[in-house]
Each structure stands twice: as C-alpha cells, then as structure tokens.
C-alpha cells in the first residue's frame, strides 16, 4: 500500500483523482494540499489529510510532504487567473516547488496532468508553459516521472466556461469524423492515468497523450 500526496484536488481531474484514490484499497493514505478545507464525508477522513497552505509560502515542514507519489492536477485559464504571471505562478511556479519539496523528503514518483501540445518552444503561452514545467520537472530527479497530456475534458465543472462548452459540443457531434488525439476526454480517464501512474511507477519519464487515454 502507499501513500500518495495530491494537490489540486479542486479542481475537475483532481475530484476525480481523489475519488479512486480514498476508493482504491492500493492507497494507505491521502494527503491533499488545499487553500481552504475539503468538506468531506466522514468514512473518507479515515485515510485522509488534508493539510491547509499557502501556495505563496509552502511549509518546509517533512511531515507534509512525506509521501511515496505526487499526482498534480493544479491548473488555471489565463482568464481565471487574471494575467500571464498569474496563470504561470499556479501552473509551472507551483507544481515545480511542490515536486522539489517532496522529492526532498523521498517521493519516488511524480504525475502530471499536462495538456495536449505541451512543448517549451510553442509560440502559444499556454502550452509553452506547460512544456517548461514538463522540462524543469526532469530535473527534480524523481526514478518515476508520468506526463498526462489529455485534449479537451470532459466533465462537468464547478465554473462556467463557454468557449470549452462549445469546443466540447462541437467534437461530440463531429466525433465520428475528429482524429482521436483531439476528441475530448472524460475527467475520470485522466484521473485513472495520474493514478496508475502513481501506484505503479514505471521507470524514466513517461508520457501519456491524448489519443491514449
């Protein structure tokens, strides 16, 4: 059984991350890093910490980032976020100073829920970004690093976002005719991925894309 730290549980892939992983008998225990405190049923607390940070200012302390996996399914939109340094701080600054952290205290594996198109040299900030944090990630020296790269989500979210909503409709009626890398994939296909990963490391860097999800 192991132990698995996750951070960005909040969000659409990382309900669903948290789910399996209180649910899966592979899992001793659960500590997700969040802003403010998860409301969660009380037969799921058994396994489960909930350690309440500041992003901003991470604890040093070893006993919040003991763990034998990391899933990170932190992420935001340029909009949400409100600028490019916005966005880059909860998608590249954050995820790499979690991975440090508990790489340090003895993390042997690390999953990542990318994006389709990651890639450091993109002229498109999203996935340029997404791509630096793939290639600083490979320098935290975890024996186990899984890159997930899923195309649009699919799922319901706790917020609104037409444009995906519409992205989302249209490759559901054309999905007979779309590619498979670019059909939308539900949000518990991707949380599965990050979880197997985590459970059963595999060696070296590792990466999952669309169309094999």
Known sequence: MKSLLLVGVTGLVGQSVLAQALADPRVAEVVALT?????????????????????D???DTAE?????????????????????????????DYPLSIARRAR?????AYALNSSLGADPRSRVFYSRT??????ALRTCGYPSLTFVRPGLLGGQRSEFRLGERIASL????????????????????????????????????????????
């Open 130 to 135: 997404k791509g630096e944090l793939e290639e």
């Open 64 to 92: 919040v980032w003991t763990a034998d996996s990391v899933i990170c399914t932190l992420g935001t939109t340029r909009k949400q976020a409100g600028s490019e340094v916005a966005f880059r701080k909860v998608d590249f």
């Open 35 to 55: 802003r403010r405190p998860l409301n969660t049923p009380a037969p799921s607390r058994v396994r489960l910490r909930n350690p309440v940070v500041d992003f």
């Open 57 to 59: 200012a991470l604890p």
């Open 104 to 108: 340090q205290a003895g993390a042997q």
């Open 170 to 213: 249209v490759l559901r009626l054309a999905r007979p005719i779309v590619p498979r890398r670019y059909r939308v994939v539900p949000a518990e296909r991707v949380a599965q991925a990050l979880l197997e990963a985590a459970l059963n490391p595999v060696s070296g860097v590792n990466i999952l894309e669309s169309e094999q999800l």
